[in-house]
């Protein structure tokens, strides 16, 4: 079987009940940090485990702790990041939703790791009956006592607060996130100084994703090193895998780093495979902002090894041939699916949720969005391909914070790889415009 | 700020009552960041986020109306125009695209006899475009207030306006 660190209970009935979740074994790892162990031990087994940011970006969780400035007389913060906006990204909607005391007690157990009296978890707004459940949870946890003052009669006090989001992509990104929860625009703040030095409220703060925060009970429980045991090479453990598109069986599934792409995908245990009487043609891995690959390259490295799902050999062969594993969305692509009109899709989104600060991102991504539209709704002009690639390569690197990035990526590794489909749109307008049309030309289908 | 007059928008009792209980979750001095729940509050009771609204939640916190109505307007969910009695907000997403979002959601405004951002008539139903709902493998997907509604399909949608539309 399989190690299931963050789901093994997950399907017990009642399991959002602190009854239940006590039954299974929950709030003993609580028990276990904060009677035996300081907070230094704590994040020395985070680092052993070598645990890395499930937000995205990938950062050790246990060296980010470590960096944290610890100035006396100044308030130290842990923001939870359950902003969960990025297209394709599901699994800590359905992690709170169906677990939430699992959340809570990684919280208290990381909160008492890095010495902040009070928590917050930034949930987006849309998620208001989440928030509901995990106000609920937070209540009954209080009322046994692992909340609040002096926990477990240990000195240690502790308050948890869910803040709504208002609707906003950005506010995902750390320092976004720091300026809504003071009650602002999310707009990015300039780095330095980081969030470790000066964050909420210009004081030291550490933001973790849910995925990461709700590892640390296990972690705790049952040691970094055996944490560290599970997954492949510098990807340990497991990772929750948001599976979308145009597979069998859809949803959240728990991996060990390391599973082959290929078993991922058509495994009974998890994706099931394409739907029936459909070809595999691309894939995007870990979200929106991550590069598109055809169906060919998401399955098999260029040295003819089969693609694993971890943090390295997804990002094998760089952005030639590889992409990343991001934050988990796994977007499957059969060939009904125009990849135009998908790259359109996306870059809507990111023009939308650009905060408009740094003009590269502003524009770039209003550029690339008309752009792509003329292509897809057939007045696509012959340099317009040039002219995307252009402007992507102007976004990149060029901006504050990492949705111009993000943006840029989408369309680049589209165009890198399905250059055919956007000349044949520009091509043969009137074929391209028909109801239902998708090119159909040479590619590689699986 | 020196308005006297009594406001013409005010929280029920059971309201004021969170807003302090909500307050009180930040320190001392940083009541602002109780702005966003606030509004959310607002908009439960009104149905919008109304600029008397706006000028009302800005009082409770000691800041000036400007302030609450450049916050209120970088996000999505507040609604700052009027709306009907039930806003529908459709993920236009690409993952829910690929699930046959767009032609479900042709049939919704077809059965509404509205487009994007517009009201019926009757005043019961506002259709919003919205971005990606983190629902991705249960889509197509629309959010009405706080319930989502998932694997949709033109059948599903009909039946939900029936629904609510009694
Ligand atoms: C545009 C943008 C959106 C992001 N959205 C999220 C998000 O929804 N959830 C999240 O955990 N991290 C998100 N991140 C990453 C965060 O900035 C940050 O790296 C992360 O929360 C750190 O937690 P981790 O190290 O545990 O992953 C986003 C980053 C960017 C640039
Ligand atoms: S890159 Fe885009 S989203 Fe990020 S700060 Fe600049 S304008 Fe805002
Ligand atoms: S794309 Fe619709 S919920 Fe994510």
Request: proline share 5%; aromatic share 8%; charged share 20%.
């Amino acid at each position: 079987m399989a190690t299931k660190i963050l789901t093994e209970h997950i399907n017990v009935p009642g399991i959002e009940t602190f009854d239940v979740y006590r039954k299974q074994g929950g709030y003993t790892a609580v028990e276990k940090a904060v009677k035996t162990m300081t907070p230094e031990s704590i994040v020395e087994e985070v680092k052993k485990a070598g645990v890395r940011g499930r937000g995205g970006a990938g950062f050790p969780m246990g060296m980010k702790w470590s960096f944290l400035a610890k100035p006396e007389g100044i308030p130290r913060y842990l923001v939870c990041n359950a902003d969960e906006s990025e297209p394709g990204t599901f699994k800590d909607h359905y992690l709170m939703k169906n677990n939430p005391h699992l959340l809570i007690e990684g919280m208290i157990i990381s909160s008492f790791a890095l010495g902040a009296n009070t928590s917050y978890i930034y949930v987006r707004g849309e998620l208001m009956y989440v928030i509901t459940i995990l106000e609920k949870a937070i209540a009954e946890a209080k009322a046994q006592g692992f909340l609040g003052k002096n926990i477990l009669g240990s000195g240690y006090d502790l308050e948890l607060v869910v803040q709504p989001g208002g609707g906003a992509y950005i506010c995902g990104e750390e320092t976004a996130l720091l300026e809504s929860l003071e009650g602002k625009r999310g707009n990015p703040r300039n780095k330095p100084p980081f969030p470790a030095v000066k964050g909420l409220y210009q004081c030291p703060t550490v933001v973790n994703n849910v995925e990461s925060i709700a590892t640390t009970p296990w972690i705790i429980t049952n040691g970094g090193d055996a944490y560290a045991a599970v997954g492949i090479g510098r990807s340990t453990g497991t990772k929750l895998i948001s599976a979308s598109g145009h597979i069998n069986k859809p949803g959240v599934y728990e991996i060990e780093l390391g599973v082959p792409v290929e078993d991922f995908i058509y495994a009974d245990e998890w994706c099931g495979g394409i739907r029936p009487g459909h070809k595999f043609k691309a894939l995007v891995a870990g979200g929106s902002s991550v590069p598109i690959l055809p169906a060919n390259l998401a399955l098999t490295l260029a040295n003819g090894e089969k693609r694993l799902m971890s943090y390295e050999s997804l990002s094998e062969g760089g952005f030639q041939t590889g992409t990343m594993l991001g934050s988990g969305g796994f977007i499957v692509f059969d060939e009904t699916a125009c990849i135009v009109r998908n790259t359109w899709n996306f870059s809507r989104f990111y023009h939308h949720e650009s905060c408009g600060q740094c003009s590269p991102c502003r524009e770039g991504t209003g550029w690339m969005e008309k752009v792509l539209h003329r292509i897809e709704y057939g007045h696509g002009h012959q340099q317009d391909i040039d002219l995307l690639v252009d402007v992507a390569k102007k976004i990149e690197g060029n901006t504050i914070c990492p949705l111009g990035d993000a943006a840029a990526w989408p369309v680049a590794s589209a165009i890198r790889h399905f250059r055919n489909e956007f000349q044949w749109h520009i091509d043969r307008p009137t074929e391209a415009t028909q109801p239902g049309a998708v090119y159909r030309g040479e590619m590689e289908l699986v | 700020m020196t308005t006297e007059t009594k406001p013409t928008v005010q929280f029920t009792p059971e309201r004021l009552a969170k807003v302090q209980e909500i307050i009180a979750r930040y320190p001392e001095g940083k009541q602002k960041s109780a702005l966003l729940p606030l509004l959310h509050l607002l908009q439960e009771q009104e149905g919008w986020t109304s600029p008397e609204g706006m000028e009302y939640v800005g009082q409770l916190l000691g800041i000036e109306p400007i302030e609450v109505f450049e916050v209120a307007t970088f996000y999505t969910m507040y609604h700052i125009k009027p709306v009907g009695k039930h806003v529908i907000e459709y993920c236009r997403t690409g993952p829910c695209c690929l699930m046959g979002g767009e032609d479900v959601y042709a049939h919704l405004k077809k059965r509404l006899g509205i487009d994007t951002g517009q009201t019926t008539v009757d005043g019961q139903f506002t259709l919003k475009e919205v971005e990606c709902l983190a629902a991705c493998g249960m889509g197509p997907v629309f959010q009405v207030r706080e319930k989502y509604y998932m694997n949709l399909t033109n059948e599903r949608v009909d039946e939900i306006i029936d629904e609510l539309s009694k």
